[in-house]
């Protein structure tokens, strides 16, 4: 969809991008959702695309692709941005322009594209990148509540010698209701398993250049107006937390990086904040079941990333302190046999119809607002008034928990150091939120660095304390020798390790209890 934001001619792209297995697409391309709603059979068209950018990728880095795309005899050059723009978590800009080769013509760019990406490609030494042969079944669906241009694609992205098969189906709106995407994505859900991707074809071709794991991606603030009201900023916030999980999905199942696991982690646990909140402020019975679905998503991974931060941060620095030792090869390769057990069950949990299915139902109704369904009069007139108060309420709230929970710090046992570091993050994913609607960054910046610090610092004793639970994990009377021995120095190095840690601790809740809070009461 091609629409005027705020007077401007900033194009916007709304779609919904669907990855389905190859063995399922001819049935789900002829579904009874699209049968029903379809023009006529469509036209089938081979298209050739090719993704341009500098060999540092210029363009990429800062947040742009270049496409020129030949269909028949035409081709058409076409710049997007990477970031969402309108249409809530699946639009970003798009602009179009017919030339007259497969090679990018600067000079016939629109004139409203952004200053931004007419600085980044300037003076650019700019070559062919990926390309991707896909044949395309384009159809249009006239549904009551929407005009919808559906593409079914099958092909391959080709980035030099390394190949990669491409199984889609592409719901762009044309023109009306965002949440028909959504909703046709879920009765295609009811058929066979399709999995809501933001991966572009350009991502996943810089990365098969690279030869590289898909990238993970760290958590944005909603970017929301000064005044915004409640029930935009409850779309807002939700749907970023969304997009940061949807994000990260490719990484966590590839599983080659770390943080992919960790960042949807931390995606769903922002989820569970806000819609915790949405519940709390609205008695939404939904938001508390999708609550509920995040949880279960989020505790899926729980292995996978303890074993990741057993074998990548706790054991290397020992071994590398401990050189003479032997034994810390065994330790690993057994943590190793864990950790590949642990994300068997983190893609299982990923590639369930219920985990399938959240992110399309949870996008559905950020769009319809979902929220508001039977809530009471009064909830209502809420909704509309300005964030900004309910968002000092709820920092205040859960900021007295902390401190509750903190109480006699000294004297808190390991459980009621892990209830209290829970709260120490529900703050921190709050204050990410909330904070910039209630107060500026400079006036919070003391408060931030000693909320960080302090998570920080939990976390870290935290991972000593799950170090013990691991290590009894994989503790079997008939290992080896070395190996016992390497779990001996692993354990009196962390109890070593505790002692630093707790003087630290008790620092850093000094200096996070004695902090003035940012926000207005």
């Known amino acids: 969809m091609r629409s005027a934001n705020d007077g401007k001619k900033a ?42 950018d500098t060999p540092e990728r210029r363009l990429w880095n800062a947040g742009w692709t270049l496409r020129v795309r030949k269909s028949g005899s035409r081709h058409v050059m076409t710049v997007k941005s990477l970031g969402s723009a309108g249409g809530g978590m699946i639009g970003r800009g798009e602009w179009e322009v017919p030339v007259r080769t497969m090679e990018p013509d600067l000079a016939a760019l629109p004139e409203d594209v952004p200053e931004a990406f007419r600085k980044a490609v300037e003076g650019a030494d700019l070559a062919s990148v990926v390309n991707t042969q896909v044949k395309r079944r384009a159809r249009k669906l006239d549904l009551p509540d929407a005009c919808i241009e559906l593409a079914v694609d099958t092909g391959e992205v080709v980035a030099g010698e390394r190949r990669e098969v491409l199984s889609e189906i592409e719901l762009e709106l044309v023109s009306g209701r965002v949440g028909t995407l959504y909703d046709i994505g879920l009765e295609l859900l009811d058929l066979a398993p399709v999995e809501m991707s ?22 944005s603030s909603a970017d929301l107006p000064p005044r915004v009201g409640l029930d935009e900023a409850f779309a807002g916030m939700l749907g970023t937390a969304l997009r940061h999980f949807v994000e990260n999905r490719p990484s966590a199942l590839d599983g080659r990086h770390p943080e992919g696991v960790h960042q949807v982690r931390v995606a769903l646990r922002r989820l569970r904040s806000i819609l915790n909140i949405v519940h709390k402020s609205t008695g939404s019975t939904e938001a508390a079941s999708f609550g509920q679905d995040a949880k279960w998503i989020a505790g899926a991974q729980g292995d996978a990333r303890n074993w990741d931060v057993f074998i990548g941060e706790t054991v290397p620095p020992i071994a590398t302190g401990c050189p003479d030792v032997e034994g810390f090869d065994l330790l690993l390769r057994h943590a190793g046999d864990e950790r590949t057990r642990g994300y068997d069950t983190s893609r299982a949990a990923l590639g369930d119809m219920r985990a399938l299915r959240f992110p399309l139902a949870l996008g559905r109704w950020i769009e319809a607002r979902g929220w508001r369904t039977d809530a009471a009069a009064d909830v209502l007139e809420r909704l509309g008034h300005p964030a900004s108060g309910y968002a000092s309420s709820v920092l205040d709230r859960q900021f007295r928990k902390v401190l509750k929970r903190g109480r006699k710090f000294s004297k808190l046992k390991p459980e009621e150091r892990h209830e209290l570091r829970l709260a120490v ?43 013990d639970l691991l290590l009894g994990k994989i ?47």
Request: glycine fraction near 6%.
């Open 11 to 52: 194009s916007v792209e709304v779609e919904l991008k669907l990855l389905v297995k190859p063995k399922d697409l001819a049935a789900l391309a002829s579904a009874p959702v699209i049968e029903r709603y379809a023009r006529n059979g469509g036209t089938v068209r081979n298209l050739r695309s090719v993704y341009f």
């Open 475 to 521: 503790t079997m009377q008939d290992r080896p020798a070395a190996f016992h021995r390497a779990c001996g120095i692993v354990h009196g190095w962390q109890a070593r390790d505790l002692t630093i840690v707790e003087d630290e601790l008790r620092a850093r809740w000094k200096e996070f209890s004695g902090q003035k809070v940012p926000w207005t009461h």
């Open 425 to 467: 993050k529900k703050l921190r994913y709050l204050t990410d939120f909330l904070l910039p609607l209630c107060t500026k960054s400079k006036k919070a910046a003391p408060f931030m660095k000693a909320l960080s610090r302090l998570q920080d610092g939990l976390g870290r004793y935290n991972d000593m304390a799950t170090t």
């Open 198 to 219: 933001l991966y572009s074809k350009a991502a996943r071709g810089f990365d098969l250049t690279l030869d590289r794991p898909p990238g993970f991606k760290k958590p």
